[in-house]
């Protein structure tokens, strides 16, 4: 198969640990899949999260051999692929398209207050409790940065605990305003491994975004 381009995949966790899904779902359209890594919480608030995927970035890039570069992820690894994908990594334009698997992207909606969480991962990432008119909070917010019309695949499923499928529905919706292509996946599930997994096997849709960014065997949830 002809390699189509490079896929930056980033891992979930909660921005504070590793998730074992690597995006492999995704490897049979041709794309040189290549991990990348971050600082969790723990270590380093925003956005030094976004500045390690920038760097893994600029080094799929230049292994590219001129390929697109797409980037990709789930749940927290999702949300800094959008990042990505709307701020760029040097320039607004560098990055093809994103993929996101159930991405929490607004720390202030409804449907994520409603949760409740006294251990809120944001409050992690941020070091503080997310608020309005706290400038790391509008920054961390993914639709804050809408607006270079790159490609977006969201895929979200409506029985996710932990990120509401509702926060996929709303970033669509915000994007499609602001003038980018966007394909809005929302399926059955709760989105584990196991359940991609069962999913790929069993079915494997093609939902069509652009050229630029390929859709994926994959099902739901964080």
Known sequence: MTERGVLLWIHGGGWRARSTEDGGALAGHGLRMVQATY??????????QLDHVRAAAR???????????????DSAGAMLALHLALR??????????????????????EDHLRLGRADDPWAGLLGHRPAPGDPAT?????????????????????ADGS??????VALAGALLAAGHPVHAW?????????TWTAQTSARRPRPSLTPSCPAPDAGTGP
């Open 39 to 48: 600082r969790l919480a723990a270590e380093a608030r925003w956005p030094a």
């Open 59 to 73: 080094a799929a890039r230049a292994g590219a051999d001129g390929g697109r570069l797409l980037v990709g992820g």
């Open 88 to 109: 760029g990594v040097d320039r607004p334009d560098d990055v093809a398209g994103a993929l996101a698997y159930w991405p929490p992207v607004d720390p202030l909606g």
């Open 138 to 158: 509008a920054d961390a917010t993914v639709g804050t940065h809408a607006g270079n019309r790159v490609p977006v695949l969201l895929v979200h499923g409506v």
């Open 163 to 168: 990120v509401p499928a509702t926060q996929s």
């Open 186 to 194: 929302i399926t059955h599930g709760g989105g584990t491994r196991s």
